[in-house]
């Protein structure tokens, strides 16, 4: 039996977080956890300087100032801590996503810094290496794109199953668990199954749809086929509902909200949701947690993401 994870209102979060101190509290807990530590040097003979407001504390060891956002991807942002937390609970609640132009409106910032800012958000999310998956996991492949993305057409992309002008994204969902997915640039067998390979650990059982790219997974696991031409959607128990599931929440995503996710931002707004699907057991705060922590570390400027 699973608990339902905890949700936290509107209401309840403002309650909790009525300003710009209570969220720097939170990201100075959620980073140190009481102990402030040097993020140059990592020494703990820290002192804090009274007004010194974007740089309040000062190491002793290698005298350098610090803040709760060096070194961490909010390092060059003006933006109060206190929006980027609005803004992170925003895309947590928001299951099919939030436009930049909506976020902007209701943090009272131009579209361009809500933009960036939720693309900084995103960064955080960015998986950089995971154990296997299994050892019962779903493959599947979609399009993204389509009329939108027509005007922009990527040239280099292969086409691979009837669809012109759109993205093929490729996933992996373990029967009700974690979902991977990343937009692939050609749906061969070669690309296909490099990407199983790669998330499923050797034994396990692949459920896919009868797609030929498919055939030959049988030789490192045990492989099952659904044929959806035929209108086959079970076959022996096997199915591959979850991972459609999560392309339908994708697509409305797509379509609803973003309108024309760019081909060259797509991966970042597949592993948004491919994150938001992965952590919705962990409840509101959960999720803003992970996100927080996952903030260290991290940078990404407004000059790398329009040039990537
Ligand atoms: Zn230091």
Redesign the pocket.
Known sequence: MTEQPETVSLYQFFQRFPNEESARQYFENNRWAGEV???????L??ALVKNMKPMPYR??????H?SVRTGTVLAESRLPLHKWLMAIYMMTTARKGIPSTQMARELGITQKSAWFLAQRIRETWMVISEDDMGPDVQVDETYIGGKEANKHANKRLHQGRGATGKTAVIGILETNGRVRAEPIGKLDKTHLQRFVRANAKEGATVTTDSFRSHTGLSDAYTHKTVNHSVGEYVRDQAHTNGIESFWALLKRGHYGIFHSMSSKHLHRYVNEFSFRHNTKQAGTMGFIEATVARTVGKRLTYKELINA
Do not use: A, K, L, T
């Open positions: 530590s040097c993020p140059h040097c990592g020494s003979s820290v190491c002793r060891d290698c005298r350098q610090f």
